[in-house]
């Protein structure tokens, strides 16, 4: 008698396990017959998988400074969250890689220069650029105007010119030299590193800066020596090597465009407020927060100066492609052998989705 009542509250328990089982399944069926796009959530590995909602991680190029400002200010003024967004910016540096982490998944989106994006693309890089953030490269060389006076390459003669070999610097002076037939013997290069004393001591005549962020700080220690910075800037004379862009995956462009067309938005949205000179304080003083080592009015003049490189024409215009220059960005790295085939700029040049 006992062993029947078992048997049977045990057929009892294997029913009710098989019905909820297939009530379970029926749910999961129900959760992913009703999205358009498949959810991205970001697991313990660092990696974007698919299921449940989750943040939206973007990959910078470097760290938290006045280059990433719009990123910055869309995170900390509530743009990403107005477009409905949750997102989670990760800091760049010289050991994170963009483009790695949208191959790798760990990514929707990233920020990157357009070097990176021909060569990653010539490997076989399945990438796409959304917007371009800097319509003129911020990297420069800074010089003492009051003891040289440099208005055309030629100038360049005779001066010992600073150079990070392996960097976008070493390429675009390349450039530079071969347009305007300068033979290497015609100056003398060094090799940067992280220490200025070489400029300091004026042993280095020109060294290589961003112009909106080092430029700023070196510009404001030569002026307490009593010296006047100068810039010399190769977009001027015809080297147009394109910096900062919004990138994505070719995956994640066509599995979810609705998400990269509002991503793409409230990022663009960023950079046209913290382009607005109105909104200056408050912007230096987000950014400060994520850069407390640079003080306010520093970022200020940073901010002032960054106007200059990322604003076209038109305010509203803030992240125009210029297909032109991402060519010739493509030809310098052509000629100069750094990528062993040609790319075709016009597929990777995407733009937000219509």
């Given at each position: 008698m006992y062993l029947d009542e078992t048997t049977h509250r045990i057929e009892?328990?294997?029913?009710?396990?098989?019905?909820?089982?297939?009530?379970?399944?029926?749910?999961?069926?129900?959760?992913?017959c009703t999205s358009n796009e498949a959810p991205q959530v970001e697991t313990k590995d660092n990696t974007i998988k698919p299921g449940g909602s989750g943040p939206v991680v973007?990959?910078?190029?470097?760290?938290?400074?006045t280059s990433v400002a719009g990123e910055i200010w869309a995170q900390e003024s509530g743009i990403f969250k107005t477009h409905g967004l949750t997102v989670k910016l990760r800091e760049g540096g010289p050991e994170q890689d963009a483009i790695k982490d949208l191959e790798l998944g760990r990514a929707h989106f990233g920020v990157a220069s357009a070097d990176q994006v021909i060569r990653a693309a010539a490997k076989g890089a399945d990438v796409v650029v959304l917007a371009q953030i800097f319509q003129v490269n911020p990297l420069q060389w800074i010089y003492a105007k009051d003891k040289l006076a440099i208005v055309k390459p030629q100038d360049l003669k005779g001066l010992c010119i600073g150079v990070t070999y392996g960097g976008n610097d070493e390429a675009i002076?390349?450039?530079?030299?071969?347009?305007?037939?300068?033979?290497?013997d015609d100056m003398e290069l060094y090799a940067v590193h992280y220490d200025f004393n070489p400029f300091w001591k004026g042993e280095v005549e020109l060294w290589p800066v961003y112009r909106n962020t080092q430029g700023i700080i070196l510009q404001?220690?030569?002026?307490?020596?009593?010296?006047?910075?100068?810039?010399?800037?190769?977009?001027?004379?015809?080297?147009r090597f394109v910096a900062n862009s919004l990138i994505t995956s070719k995956k994640v462009y066509t599995e979810q465009p609705q998400l990269v067309q509002v991503f793409?938005?409230?990022?663009?949205?960023?950079?046209?407020?913290?382009?607005?000179?109105?909104?200056?304080?408050?912007?230096a003083e987000a950014i400060h927060r994520l850069d407390p080592e640079t003080p306010i009015p520093v970022i200020q003049q940073q901010l002032a100066?960054?106007?200059?490189?990322?604003?076209?024409?038109?305010?509203?215009?803030?992240g125009t492609i210029d297909a032109r220059a991402w060519k010739q960005t493509a030809d310098i790295l052509m000629t100069q052998g750094l990528i062993s085939q040609e790319v075709d700029i016009t597929s990777l040049l995407a733009g937000p989705p219509p």
């Open positions: 009892c328990l294997h029913s009710c396990f098989n019905a909820l089982t297939i009530w379970v399944i029926f749910l999961f069926c129900l959760i992913g973007c990959r910078l190029k470097w760290l938290y400074n002076l390349s450039a530079l030299l071969r347009m305007y037939k300068i033979g290497p404001e220690k030569m002026a307490q020596g009593g010296k006047q910075a100068g810039f010399f800037n190769p977009g001027t004379f015809g080297i793409t938005e409230a990022v663009l949205e960023g950079w046209r407020d913290a382009m607005d000179s109105k909104l200056e304080l408050k912007v100066e960054t106007r200059t490189l990322v604003i076209p024409e038109s305010p509203r215009a803030i």
